[in-house]
């Protein structure tokens, strides 16, 4: 058993370090991206921030449904690149391609009928031509996105992580100058975010692809040469990791997005302050959610070395700096919560109500933050099915159903409409929490019975 020292735990911190960093780089240039879409669409009207937030609302549920697939080649390149099987990697990555490009086919599909959702829902009409024209302009970049993601996480899998980050950041600069363009210059509001990011989508994949291609660090597992026809057996390796783990999260994100759905019946004031605290909770999230991906990566890597102590012992450590970061989250949302607002909108109507909703999300900090360490830990042994079944019992069948319960009803003096939604949120990332960590025990004591033989 590897003993909590200062030694061990430096010794993990930098190779922590070396793969996380570049991972949070990459999270927080996505997610900037989000928020920079945010802002200046909030900029060109209320109507059209809610109309993207909305729109957003619909295609992040459809990406992990399709192209979230594409999560699950990380842990297995990462296995493989751990036991040095680089002949696996290249044939395998070079079919995960093909699925992810059928995918991508799928995604493009599901967004350009949006409007089958927004017609459903009886949005406000001024909102809803923003989102269906915000959906419609991003399908022209879904195929570029699943095929993007599916190099981004064989990049990731061989722990070229730095070289992602380049490149997101790349797309992250690029993205503010095309916003500018067709929000403000062509006029087009809400609906120039989307047919900015799907620019962005296509320059960032040929600028990976040309990087897979040429760069050194890709050598060693270089997936160019003879071309190779799609396997059933491949595919359904792809489908059986990457399902589960673009479900679970197509699972969390419903319950957020189907937070922002209930939550636009009760007008643009809520939906708007829903929107803006949401992406702020998510922006503090990167942190602990990146230490969760370098666990998957680093983990896995060293399940296939069969270093199955140093594997328990770094599913420790990002548990416990998951913690301590979840912590400082905690403090900044309750200490910073109107100065971050004020980043998004003037507003006061909006502004009052998200600063109650974040008072909410300071709460779910650290059963949030535990839950994805676990996750991201379960992810390198390759176990993403009962971590599926714990999301969808904690969220489907606890957070929406309280949460619909409590926006439609006053109970006790406990808050309703967009409150009520977020304290069902609270029960559903807790119960979460518990679920996964109990499972990530279960496996931690699978090796350590391993190391033994």
């Known amino acids: 058993m590897i003993k909590f020292n200062l030694v061990n735990f430096s010794l993990e911190a930098k190779h922590f370090k070396k793969l996380g960093l570049p991972i949070l780089g990459s999270q927080l240039v996505m997610y900037a991206m989000t928020t920079t879409d945010y802002i200046m669409a909030g900029y060109f009207s209320a109507n059209d921030l809610a ?27 990462a296995q493989h690149y751990g036991a040095k099987e680089f002949e696996e990697i290249k044939i395998k990555t070079r079919r995960f ?4 490009l059928f995918l991508g086919i799928l995604f493009a599909l599901l967004l350009s009928n949006g409007n089958l959702i927004l017609n459903a829902l009886g949005t406000d009409e001024n909102i809803r031509s923003v989102s269906l024209g915000y959906l419609t302009a991003v399908s022209y970049g879904a195929i570029p996105i699943a095929l993007y993601q599916a190099l981004r996480n064989y990049s990731e899998g061989i722990t070229q992580t730095k070289i992602v980050f380049i490149i997101g950041g790349l797309g992250f600069i690029l993205n503010i100058p095309l916003n500018y363009f067709f929000i403000f210059s062509m006029g087009l509001g809400g609906i120039g975010c989307g047919i900015a990011t799907a620019l962005v989508s296509w320059i960032g994949l040929i600028v990976l692809w040309l990087a897979t291609l040429f760069l050194r660090n890709y050598k060693e597992s270089y997936i160019y040469g003879k071309f190779i026809m799609p396997n ?4 359904l390796e792809i489908l059986r990791i990457g399902t589960p783990i673009s479900f679970g999260i197509f699972v969390e994100l419903s319950m957020f997005s189907g937070a922002a759905l209930i939550i636009s019946m009760f007008g643009s004031t809520s939906l708007a302050a829903h929107t803006i605290a949401i992406n702020i909770v998510g922006l503090l999230f990167m942190l602990p959610l990146s230490l969760g991906l370098a666990s998957a990566i680093r983990v896995g890597n060293l399940i296939g070395e069969k270093n199955y102590l140093k594997a328990n012992y770094a599913s420790n450590f990002s548990l416990r700096l998951s913690f301590f970061i979840a912590i400082l989250n905690f403090c900044l949302l309750f200490l910073a919560g109107e100065l971050l607002i004020g980043l998004y909108t003037n507003d006061q109507s909006v502004v009052i109500k998200a600063l109650g909703l974040l008072v ?18 379960l992810r390198g042994h390759k176990d993403t099915f009962v971590t599926m079944v714990n999301l969808v019992i904690s969220y489907w069948f606890f957070a929406l159903p309280i949460g619909v319960y409590l926006a439609f009803n006053e109970i006790g003096g406990l808050p309703n409409e967009a409150e009520g939604i977020w ?25 350590k019975k391993l190391s033994q033989f």
């Open 360 to 377: 909410l999300a300071a709460i779910f900090q650290i059963p949030d933050a535990i839950g994805f360490s676990a996750i991201g830990s």
């Open 423 to 447: 304290v069902g949120m609270i029960i559903g990332i807790t119960l979460s929490a518990i679920l996964n960590t109990g499972r990530l025990k279960f496996k931690k004591g699978l090796l």
């Open 51 to 77: 109309g993207v937030g909305l729109g957003a609302a619909i295609f992040n549920p459809l990406y992990f449904l399709t192209a979230g697939v594409m999560f699950g080649i990380g842990p297995i390149i």
């Open 232 to 235: 059933v057996k491949n595919s």
């Open 97 to 100: 391609l093909w699925v992810a």
